[in-house]
């Protein structure tokens, strides 16, 4: 039986206090969203427990450091073991040693333990034990997170979102360029969207500016960009032509742009533009050459950009190839495509993509949305070898991703609706909107409408929707 087990382990944790541990399948198990109890188990009336939460600190793509303080008020000498899973369904001791993954088991007077190889955008939850002298048990209140820096450190622990779609910012079916509070802003198609440091960052293409939203006012502002052009400088003197694709690498945004055929570095600190890869004067002509900086070339329409957990952007250029730009030496090379606009599996660089029009990191994988075809497309970065995911999406359709637990988020904008596949299986079921039909309506699963929805960004526990015919954003919960 241990053998059946070790063969289906999805991955290995390497950890610093001990030997290997692997998960185990918990991924098809249901998952609850019940909030994490405090359970307590035999405490005498002068050890009561007290509220130690699990801190995180050095969370990288990978990796993550687990902080708590004593479990006792009488801070007596105790021991400690840690689970982890990839679900939230535990609430008791009982059901924490019996279905999660026991990581570290009792250590006298342990308050920390760091977690390594993790896979990148993974959702992850952790729970400590902790076990006094007389053997009385507490199991203080699990913490769930992300593997991705650039969210906040800590999410709460619900994994499965219920189809609820409301309007976050602009006003759904009016196009503007209004800035303010975000009840009252005014965005036009707009794109690309990524959070960083509490503010959301928004490709307004329409308006040829990237937005700010500032989460802890709720205001609206305009980063950089003016009118449409190719002219570096600092916030407005910049000009930027429209875009469809916005990332970060924890510290500057990369913008994507379609006519300028290439892509602009901006510091949200001193809104300062600047060219980093691509030159919209194509000397010598060319849509596709790898080379260093304003040297290299893309199609007309590079779109569907993702900073990786490896510290390089990759860009799905519209020339049926994927792009890699490395950080901060501005070196292009392509990693998959060979320019044909067909779909053909094997190695990467000699096989067919599609038409790339947006890419999601999951670990080593790239999944590819095509605009061709009615399967996404999966890369495997370590092996290089370029195959299909059998998942029967729409074919000619534009499609924005997003990744939170076992679900993958697919924004299909022909179809202005938002699907969720399970990455267990690959089923495709509908999470919000009404197939086929535009409509700006907020509700909850098919009462909802969307009008050529885009792009899909996580932020803590909800899903943000660039609803680019709407000229707004929308939050699904």
Not at 317 to 344: F, W, Y
Not at 395 to 405: E, L, P
Not at 437 to 449: F, K, S
Request: one cysteine or more; proline letters at 3%.
């Amino acid at each position: 039986m241990l053998k059946v087990l070790i063969r289906y382990c999805i991955f290995a944790f390497f950890i610093s206090t001990a030997s290997n541990n692997c998960f185990l399948p918990e991924l098809d198990r249901s998952i609850q969203n019940t909030a994490t109890l405090l359970q307590l188990i035999g405490l005498n009336s002068t050890n009561q427990s007290i509220s130690s939460a699990i801190e995180l600190s050095s969370k990288t793509y990978t990796g993550v450091k687990v902080n708590w303080e004593p479990a006792f008020q009488s801070k007596v000498s105790a021991s400690y073991k840690i689970y982890a899973s990839l679900v939230n369904t535990w609430t008791t001791i009982h059901e924490v040693e019996s279905n999660a993954t026991l990581l570290q088991d009792y250590t006298d007077n342990l308050l920390s333990f760091s977690l390594s190889n993790l896979i990148a955008y993974q959702f992850y939850r952790v729970d400590v034990i902790g076990r006094d002298s007389s053997g009385n048990k507490i199991l203080l209140p699990g913490v769930c997170f992300q593997m991705d820096p650039n969210t906040p450190t800590t999410i709460p622990c619900k994994m499965e979102l219920g189809g609820q779609v409301t309007t976050f910012a602009g006003t759904c079916g009016t196009a503007g360029a209004t800035t303010g509070p975000i009840s009252t802003a005014l965005y036009s198609n707009n794109a690309g969207m990524v959070f960083l440091n509490n503010k959301l960052y928004i490709a307004d293409s329409g308006n040829f500016r990237v937005r700010q939203i500032d989460l802890a006012t709720s205001n609206d502002s305009v980063l950089a960009g003016s009118v449409d052009g190719y002219l570096n400088g600092t916030g407005t003197t910049a000009r930027l032509s429209s875009s469809r694709g916005v990332t970060t690498n924890g510290s500057s945004l990369y913008y994507v742009e379609i006519t300028n055929k290439g892509v602009r570095q901006i510091e949200p600190t001193t809104q300062s533009v600047t060219s980093f890869v691509g030159n919209p004067i194509q000397n010598p002509p060319a849509d596709y050459l790898d080379a260093t900086g304003g040297m290299a070339r893309f199609n007309e329409l590079p779109h569907g950009v993702y900073n990786f957990w490896d510290g390089a952007l990759y860009i799905a250029d519209s020339n049926s190839r994927i792009r890699k730009v490395t950080i901060p030496s501005a070196i292009v090379t392509t990693v998959a495509g060979n320019g044909l606009n067909t779909q053909t599996n094997g190695a990467a660089l000699t096989n067919s993509i599609g038409d790339p029009n947006h890419i999601l990191p999951y670990g080593s994988i790239l999944y590819i949305g095509t605009f061709t075809g009615s399967n996404i497309r999966r890369l495997d970065l370590i092996s290089g070898m370029l195959s299909s995911v059998s998942t029967n999406v729409t074919a000619n359709s534009r499609k924005g991703m997003a990744v939170m637990g076992k679900f993958l988020y697919l924004a299909e904008e022909s179809d202005h609706a938002i699907y969720k596949i399970d990455l267990t299986n690959f089923n495709k079921t509908l999470l919000a909107g009404s197939v086929g039909v535009m409509g700006n309506a907020n509700g909850t699963g098919v009462a909802a409408q969307f009008n050529s929805p885009l792009n899909l960004t996580f932020f803590g526990n909800s899903l943000y929707v660039a609803d680019r015919g709407n000229h707004c954003i929308r939050k699904v919960d």
